[in-house]
């Protein structure tokens, strides 16, 4: 498995906040889903990604290339989308073609205008009278025009209805089989990566708590239900986190032969959802 882009042992402090020790691989020709609650340092590590924002310290890889020696060419390879990125708010994406494609050496103008139609979007319109999902999908179509190898977006579905979420999910899937590129994008909704990921990247505190395949997740993970009276110190150390009711409790395992030998069939043990997973994670705090 290649990778593309390489995050190692990446710090860096604000004042209320950090990125602690960050080490992440994104394998190429995948879509990797990098998912955390609010505030879990999301962007911050996408703006690291994109030199946007330099590190206190750790390495960063992109292509095997690093943003000291090659910032142009990895920049020209990256088709990067944030809901920000149309700021010639007056223009028309014809204007966009002639500003924007001769800002890249491997611009191609027949590439954009086939994504317009292909996404629907008008020529001619200011962009500022676009909906959210339109001006997503006119930076798509921006980031898509450059022959970039690899796409990463900024929570790409936030603000979106479902109808669109799903229409652009499908546009994802579509580009990553088609063209065989790789695609980094950041999210808090299990359901996107449920659609289209491949990977899961889970960031909580600053911290990456893992990175795996979404089949890897589900067998490592499982769901346990039991009568409260069955946990006491020593057997509660069989679960990552534990959820209390009154009399019941629902736990995740990561160890489920142990959770076996432990309670026998004295709990049920289910197949467990990403979003349980995300939950359990996140401890009491969660509030996705
Ligand atoms: N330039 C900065 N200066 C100070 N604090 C910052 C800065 N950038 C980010 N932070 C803080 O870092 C934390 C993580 O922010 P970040 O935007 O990376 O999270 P996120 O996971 O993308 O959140 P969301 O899902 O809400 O967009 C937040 O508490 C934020 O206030």
Same mark, same amino acid.
């Given at each position: 498995?290649?990778?593309i882009?390489? #995050? $190692?042992?990446?710090?860096?402090?604000?004042?209320d906040?950090?990125?602690e020790?960050?080490s +992440?691989?994104?394998n190429?020709?995948y879509?990797?889903?990098?998912i955390g609650?609010?505030?879990?340092?999301?962007?911050?590590?996408? &703006?690291?990604?994109?030199d =946007?924002?330099r @590190?206190?310290?750790g %390495? #960063?890889?992109?292509?095997?290339?690093n943003?000291?020696e090659h910032?142009?060419?990895?920049k020209? &390879?990256?088709?990067f989308?944030?809901?920000?990125?149309?700021?010639?708010?007056?223009?028309?994406?014809?204007?966009?073609?002639r500003i924007v494609g001769?800002?890249?050496?491997?611009?191609?103008?027949?590439t954009y205008?086939?994504?317009?139609?292909?996404?629907? +979007?008008?020529?001619?319109?200011?962009i500022k009278?676009?909906s959210?999902?339109m001006?997503?999908k006119?930076?798509?179509?921006?980031?898509l025009s450059?022959d970039?190898? =690899?796409?990463?977006m900024?929570e @790409?579905?936030?603000?979106?209805? @479902?109808?669109?979420? &799903? /229409?652009l999910?499908?546009? =994802?899937?579509?580009i990553?089989?088609? /063209?065989?590129?790789?695609?980094? !994008?950041?999210?808090?909704?299990t359901?996107?990566l449920?659609?289209?990921?491949?990977?899961v990247?889970?960031?909580?505190?600053?911290?990456v708590i !893992?990175?795996?395949s979404?089949?890897?997740?589900?067998?490592?993970?499982?769901?346990?239900?039991?009568? +409260?009276?069955?946990l006491?110190?020593?057997?509660?150390k069989? !679960?990552?986190?534990?959820?209390?009711s009154?009399?019941?409790?629902?736990?995740?395992?990561?160890?489920?032969?142990?959770? &076996?030998r432990?309670?026998? %069939?004295?709990?049920?043990?289910? $197949?467990i959802?990403l979003?349980e997973?995300?939950y359990?994670f996140?401890?009491?705090?969660?509030? %996705?």
């Open positions: 498995m290649e990778t882009i390489k #995050l $190692k042992n990446v710090n860096k402090k604000f004042k906040f950090s990125l020790n960050l +992440l691989d994104i190429k020709g879509i990797t889903g990098l609650s609010n505030g879990s340092g999301k962007s911050s590590t996408i &703006r690291i990604m994109m =946007l924002m @590190p206190d310290s %390495d #960063l890889e992109i292509f095997g290339l943003y000291e910032e142009k060419e990895i020209g &390879r990256i088709g989308v944030y809901d920000s990125n149309i700021y010639y708010e007056g223009l028309n994406l014809s204007d966009i073609q001769p800002a890249y050496r491997n611009w191609n103008k027949g205008f086939n994504y317009l139609k292909k996404f629907n +979007l008008p020529k001619n319109k200011p009278t676009f959210k999902g001006q997503m006119a930076s798509l179509a921006i980031a450059h970039a190898e =690899l796409l990463i900024d @790409p579905t936030a603000g979106l209805d @479902p109808v669109f979420r &799903r /229409e999910l499908n546009i =994802l899937q579509d990553l089989i088609e /063209e065989n590129r790789t695609i980094f !994008f950041s999210t808090h909704i359901s996107d449920e659609k289209i990921a491949d990977y990247a889970f960031i909580k505190d600053g911290r !893992f990175n795996h979404i089949n890897d997740l589900q067998e490592k993970f499982s769901l346990v239900k039991g009568e +409260l009276e069955l006491d110190r020593d057997t509660s069989a !679960f990552v986190h534990i959820n209390q009154s009399d019941t409790f629902e736990a995740m395992t990561d160890d489920v032969e142990k959770i &076996r432990i309670f026998g %069939d004295t709990v049920i043990i289910d $197949k959802s979003e997973i995300m359990f996140n401890g009491d705090d969660n509030d %996705d």
